[in-house]
């Protein structure tokens, strides 16, 4: 089907009472809070310390500044002034950072007093959503995922400590279990995840990380072959009931190849996966999970396979394809915690391209015939989407400040992706 923009960007249900407060200043803020201002027509404030442009010159957001290493107690005070300023508002806490989700979490009943909170509790967090307890909760359930090594660092500063065995070939990806005590650390030549060829290259990591001071656990995961577009996202709201009340999904086009953001979807086209779906809400549903969740999900060319990644404890950067796909994520979540209502599943069945790239760009790296025809098709039928180019911003600079952006992406991908790959995580 065409999707009316205007019709989908005109409030659905405009809405004075509430005021959602989102941490963060990158692209994905602003997809939260395109999400709520196009389905309440409401405005947002940005807690961040450097929020683009798109978000400082945007028509819809206020912005309050925060230090960029601002403790708990100095975040809190910020967040308690806006809830003593806004006493007449429903406020509404957004994150979309694991740093974050981790801070709404340990603070989560002196944050509960005042704000709606969409998000796990901390114990429910560190069950599911670290990477090694999650494989622990697939394999419970009959999922599949990689094959995983656990590289404990908690005794690193011991002179007898040494990492396991590696019990599959190379090469393999290394990644942090958890998002917060590897995003605080700063080093030289970090990575978001780490590609290694050999067993010299892992131990030189090993070394990497002992001296920046992890004290953690790290992954060492088989390379699953496959290009970009065997990966599938998948969002997810559960409501106070632990009902799953929103579900949607995505093949993934591809995928942002710079160090710190590799693994970060830049173009997808929205499409359901039913098996996918029943697996992503048992996760959740069994394991007592609440508030908004994103699964990375990647089918092995080998067998077919569907091998779950991991679930992020928040709603994801690339939120706004739910929007654009028709299931606005906000309008379950508002109904549920602002409203009090129990809903039917909203589901995001609408064939939409989402993407933040140029399509020639995109159209480069897209090697299948048969898939590249269809991103061909859904362009011309005008279903594609692109988050930062919201017709109701009429900011010239911001508007133009978003246009080289993207023009950027070329710059970025001959660097850092030159040429489309048979295998990428």
């Known amino acids: 089907m065409t999707i009316d923009y205007l019709t989908q960007t005109r409030p659905l249900m405009p809405r004075e009472d509430?005021?959602?407060?989102?941490?963060?200043?990158?692209?994905?803020?602003?997809?939260?809070?395109?999400?709520?201002?196009?389905?309440?027509?409401?405005?947002?404030?940005?807690?961040?310390?450097?929020?683009?442009?798109?978000?400082?010159?945007?028509h819809f957001f206020d912005v309050r500044h925060v230090s960029a290493h601002a403790s708990d107690a100095q975040l809190l005070d910020v967040l308690m002034t806006i809830a003593g300023e806004h006493s007449d508002k429903k406020l509404i806490l957004m994150a979309n950072h694991d740093i974050f989700s981790a801070f709404v979490a340990r603070n989560m009943e002196t944050l509960s007093r005042h704000y709606a909170l969409p998000f796990p509790t901390e114990e429910v967090m560190d069950r599911l959503t670290d990477k090694a307890e999650f494989a622990r909760a697939c394999e419970r359930a009959g999922i599949a995922t990689p094959g995983t090594v656990e590289v404990d660092f908690s005794g690193a500063e011991d002179e007898a400590w040494a990492a396991p065995e590696i019990p599959f070939s190379f090469p393999v990806v290394a990644k942090s279990a958890k998002g917060e005590p590897y995003d605080v650390l700063e080093f030289e030549g970090k990575r978001k995840i780490w590609f290694i060829d050999t067993a010299e290259e892992l131990t030189q990591l090993w070394g990497t990380l002992k001296a920046a001071g992890f004290r953690d656990t790290f992954l060492v995961q088989e390379l699953i072959p496959g290009d970009n577009t065997a990966m599938r996202s998948i969002t997810a709201y559960v409501d106070s009931r632990g009902e799953v009340t929103l579900i949607g999904s995505a093949r993934v086009l591809?995928?942002?190849?710079?160090?710190?953001?590799?693994?970060?979807?830049?173009?997808?086209?929205t499409e359901d996966f039913p098996t996918l779906w029943r697996d992503a809400c048992a996760l959740l549903t069994e394991n007592g999970y609440r508030g908004f969740a994103n699964f990375d999900v990647k089918i092995d060319p080998r067998d077919g396979r569907a091998l779950f990644f991991e679930v992020n404890p928040r709603i994801g950067r690339n939120n706004w394809y739910m929007a654009a796909a028709g299931a606005n994520p906000m309008i379950p979540m508002v109904e549920d915690l602002i409203d009090g209502k129990a809903c039917e599943q909203t589901q995001a069945t609408d064939e939409i391209l989402y993407t933040l790239v140029p399509d020639s760009l995109l159209l480069h790296y897209i090697t299948d015939p048969?898939?590249?025809?269809?991103?061909?098709?859904?362009?011309?039928?005008?279903?594609?989407?692109?988050?930062?180019?919201?017709?109701?911003?009429?900011?010239?600079?911001?508007?133009?400040?978003?246009?080289?952006?993207?023009?950027?992406?070329?710059?970025?991908?001959?660097?850092y992706y030159p040429e489309p790959t048979e295998t990428s995580y």
Request: glycine share 8%; hydrophobic share 35%; charged share 25%.
């Open 18 to 58: 509430i005021l959602p407060v989102i941490i963060g200043g990158d692209f994905g803020v602003y997809g939260i809070g395109r999400c709520f201002n196009e389905a309440f027509g409401c405005r947002c404030i940005c807690v961040g310390s450097q929020p683009t442009e798109s978000i400082t010159r945007s």
């Open 254 to 269: 591809l995928e942002d190849h710079a160090p710190t953001m590799i693994g970060n979807p830049v173009a997808m086209i």
């Open 370 to 415: 048969e898939l590249r025809a269809r991103v061909k098709r859904i362009i011309r039928e005008g279903r594609r989407f692109d988050l930062l180019l919201n017709p109701t911003e009429k900011d010239l600079r911001r508007n133009l400040t978003v246009w080289l952006q993207k023009q950027n992406h070329r710059r970025k991908f001959a660097r």
